[in-house]
């Protein structure tokens, strides 16, 4: 009777924990879907989340499965079946937490039980308590308001003091930011552009944020802006027909001038040289040079895909690679490459000062690292609490930091 009672409780408990391998599956298989038709999937940082997620999804799927297989394997009636479940939930909910560390997952609290009795494990409401947000996550609110200062970061520099000190939140997901020469914030969306002040007000721009949208269909990608030229170029691409855009807005005197550029098939990241010509990453791995009548001037392949690319005001080339940062010359050959550095990084975002030196955000340590003028490393500047994707230099004053659809903004 008591083998019997045993086994009904197994098939019982089984049944159950199929259930929930099925609502979680559809959790985490909704979460992906939704992001992936909100979210533009090849801006670098939701690329990389979105593969994170996948595979996540996958391993949190077997960790399920090894659960029914531990209940339908269980023969022996002298242990705590409820016992010996809860203590692999304890490792499924530390290793799920693990897996889905930097995604916007969240799981909804469920009761399953395991028995018929009073024994319950809920097992919604531990995993969500354990994915909770870090300690000073900021909550949304309106746009462009100042929410909340960062605290407790570990930041110091060999020449300057450096203190975080403004976050605020975009409503919509931000792809890049970059810096005017007024020292405006510039934030690029996949439908528009936000222009901020210092102290993260929204501000009226009559050509960037009233004017300027995607043609329908068009999805920003990318901004960037030089000095040198008063030139500020945007990347546009359309998936429907596989066209790339160069939108180019150039100060002369007080005549604003625009021009629009077809060119390469998935134009992402973009720089501009000191002459006004403009470097271009496409998705299909390859760097090309434009100039100013947007012919092509050289196409180089990268052979692998790139995470952001910056130029210097010497012209060269910063090009964030998987594992490194590479630079090139305005020919578009490899001239050197950053130093290494105590720990494997993923360099995701790059900018240089006036003095050549070259802040790198890295995703895989959440992290921005300084390196001086000869590319040796100096030090880890700021340890972050999100996974940044892009960053831009205001005249060593101000440091933009992207990530996770909002913007950083500290004080240096």
């Excluded at 399920?64 to 692999?88: G, Y």
């Excluded at 530390?94 to 916007?104: F, I």
């Excluded at 134009?267 to 496409?282: I, N, R």
Aim: with cysteine.
């Amino acid at each position: 009777m008591l083998e019997t009672k045993i086994s009904e409780d197994i098939k019982k408990a089984k049944n159950k924990m199929a259930d929930y391998n099925n609502y979680l599956w559809q959790q985490i298989n909704d979460q992906y879907k939704s992001l992936c038709l909100t979210l533009n999937q090849k801006e670098i940082d939701i690329k990389s989340n979105l593969f994170r997620l996948k595979t996540n999804a996958q391993n949190a799927k077997a960790y399920i499965t090894r659960l029914l297989k531990l209940l339908e394997s269980w023969h022996e009636p002298s242990q705590s079946i409820t016992e010996a479940v809860m203590v692999d939930i304890g490792e499924l909910i530390a290793d799920v937490k693990q897996l889905m560390q930097g995604t916007d997952l969240e799981i909804r609290p469920q009761t399953i039980k395991i028995f018929e009795g009073t024994d319950e494990v809920r097992f919604g409401e531990v995993l969500e308590q354990a994915l909770e947000s870090p300690d000073g996550a900021v909550s949304s609110s309106a746009e462009g308001q100042i929410v909340e200062t960062v605290q407790g970061l570990d930041i110091t520099s060999n020449r300057i003091g450096v203190k975080p000190t403004l976050m605020w939140h975009v409503e919509k997901a931000a792809m890049s930011v970059e810096y005017l020469d007024d020292g405006k914030l510039v934030i690029c969306m996949d439908d528009g552009l936000c222009v901020y002040d210092d102290n993260g007000s929204r501000v009226d721009d009559h050509y960037l944020s009233d004017v300027f949208k995607p043609d329908q269909g068009g999805e920003l990608w990318n901004i960037s802006a030089s000095r040198r030229v008063n030139k500020i170029v945007i990347t546009e691409n359309r998936e429907a027909d596989d066209t790339g855009y160069l939108h180019a807005y150039e100060q002369e005197g007080d005549t604003l001038q625009y021009q629009r550029c077809d060119v390469c098939q998935e134009p992402e990241f973009v720089g501009v040289t000191s002459c006004g010509d403009c470097v271009v990453y496409s998705g299909e791995w390859e760097l090309y040079r434009y100039g100013s009548n947007c012919q092509q001037v050289w196409c180089v392949d990268m052979s692998d895909i790139v995470y952001d690319l910056f130029i210097d005001d010497n012209d060269k080339i910063y090009v964030c690679h998987d594992d490194n940062v590479v630079v090139y010359g305005i020919d578009g050959q490899r001239v050197s490459s950053l130093s290494k550095t105590d720990r494997a990084i993923e360099p995701c975002g790059v900018c240089v000062d006036k003095s050549g030196q070259i802040f790198v955000c890295d995703r895989k340590k959440n992290s921005i690292l300084l390196f001086d003028a000869n590319y040796q490393f100096i030090k880890y500047l700021i340890d972050l609490n999100f996974t940044p994707s892009k960053i831009s230099l205001y005249k060593n004053k101000r440091l933009s930091v992207c990530g996770q659809g909002r913007v950083y903004v500290y004080k240096l």
